[in-house]
């Protein structure tokens, strides 16, 4: 809009009245202060004005005033200004005031439209190392992507340059971008998303650059093959088994980059010897034995705080064990214990606490270490391992009311450990319940079911393997495995072989009560605690058909691991003879991401 055609508006007469002369300064403010984006004045009435007391007013400044508003931020100026709407000067010139209202608002409305126009951006420059046409940019020699190309450019070439990295913000904005070459750099790798809004991109160049195929470029496979721009076939300079392999025919199948980690998560300020974990009434539990207190402390999950906290306890004495058992919808416990006999608690819903039920008989199990509840043909069992001289490893059936001694194994032996597994001999397809001994007297003793007798019976050992402390089962694609943890020489994994055991694989493990083997999701790992050194986490290698080293813990005097999974996620509780018992998350973590 002309300065002549806002004046063509005005009334001529007014204009050429000799006694209406203007004011030298014409001064427009509102009562907030101006923003980057000037706001057009929106002209009122004059009623309009008082009523509302706001929007744009223009007042009539004379020259000695003017200074004043130099640092006046918008503002309705209440002073001795002329002011048009209100002043008493106003009243009594009369309608002679109107022209010049009228002309200090077109002349406010041709300010802001000048401002305004000159706040538009200057459009960018061609960068110094590059040489720029309508459409194009060629930028060579450089050791850095410049910082700013023009919008507009169809066509950029950045070739032939020392560059090592590129930010994913380089080439957001160029929209109309056709062709793009980046060949001839120093790249290794490209950021995710470089390319993203770059809907006009039919042609992209990256050859000559020395790419590193590993999880970081997996993207890149991905894009190549759902984008429609022709891409230049390109190689992967490393890792050595992808050197000169074609980056276009790669598939994301090629890349493992899903990798895991415990990550520490809570610590719990007292020591323990087992941990188990059981579902009761839709919630899952942890029950921790504390040797030094006597208790089993009972944890739930907190869903707000989002950590463990504790729900119960059962006070003892010299407690090792405390093994949670769920009979339909009742929930028992079998409280271990070196001194004071060791006893069976009811969960009593209604009084909300746990019950003593029964006695275990003390002239059995004088010095329990471990215990394994089972189930064979509906009925509930569980064996007590005792490692006193004159006690007996005693397995005990439910009977409806309570527990009884069902078979005694084997008597003098001290068992330090028992576990329950299923395995099949020939010619028998099924797998039959089998318990194994652990005994710091002997070799491992193998027993098995029988059905016709329900007992079971002494079958084998597992040869040479003395000293063996405890044998905990894993199966991996319907095969049974065995870790067999020793405190002094190596600890083993073994493998059913239909009549025996056979040597897989040997961890040095000076110092090791616990090799714990433990599936989280499809992830299998073994973990092999010390008292004299960090606890080693292995993980499974399915094409080596073996364990591999993952990652280490820093547990003092750890007797067990147990996997507790809650609203999907999964941790790891860590029991401590000498420390803290301690919580890790299991974290799956994306490199490519």
Known sequence: MQVGSLLQQLDPSHLAAPHRSLPRAVRCWSEEPLTNQLQVPVLKSRDTEAKEKGGLLCDLVSEQDNHQLNSRSPVHVWGDFFDCMESERSQRMGNACIPLKRIAYFLCLLSALLLTEGKKPAKPKCPAVCTCTKDNA??????????????????????????????????????????????????????????????????????????????KLKWLVEWLGHTNATVEDIYCEGPPEYKKRKINSLSSKDFDCIITEFAKSQDLPYQSLSIDTFSYMNDEYVVIAQPFTGKCIFLEWDHVEKTFRNYDNITGTSTVVCKPIVIETQLYVIVAQLFGGSHIYKRDSFANKFIKIQDIEILKIRKPNDIETFKIENNWYFVVADSSKAGFTTIYKWNGNGFYSHQSLHAWYRDTDVEYLEIARPPQALRMPHLILSSSSQRPVIYQ???????????????????????????????????????????????????????????????????????????????????????????????????VKFQELNVQAPRSFTHVSINKRNFLFASSFKGNTQIYKHVIVDLSA
Request: net charge positive; proline share 4%.
């Open 138 to 215: 060629l930028c060579e020699n450089a050791r850095a992507i410049p910082r700013t190309v023009p919008p507009d450019v169809i066509s950029l070439f950045i070739e032939n340059n020392n560059i090592k990295s590129i930010s994913r913000h380089t080439f957001r904005g160029l929209k109309s971008l056709i062709h793009l070459s980046l060949a001839n750099n120093n790249l290794q790798t490209l950021p995710k998303d470089i390319f993203k809004g770059l809907d006009s991109l039919t042609n992209v160049d990256l050859r000559g650059n020395s790419f590193n195929c590993d999880c």
């Open 449 to 547: 079911w029988n059905k016709a007798t329900q007992l079971f019976i002494n079958q084998t050992d597992i040869p040479n393997m003395e000293d063996v402390y405890a044998v905990k089962h894993f199966s991996v694609k319907g095969e049974v495995y065995i870790c067999l943890t020793r405190f002094i020489g190596d600890s083993k994994v073994m493998k059913w072989g239909g009549s025996s055991f056979q040597d897989i694989q040997r961890m040095p493990s000076r110092g090791s009560m616990v090799f714990q083997p433990l599936q989280i999701n499809n992830y299998q790992y073994a973990i092999l605690g010390s008292d004299y050194s960090f606890t080693q986490v292995y993980n499974w290698d399915a094409e080596k058909a073996r364990f």
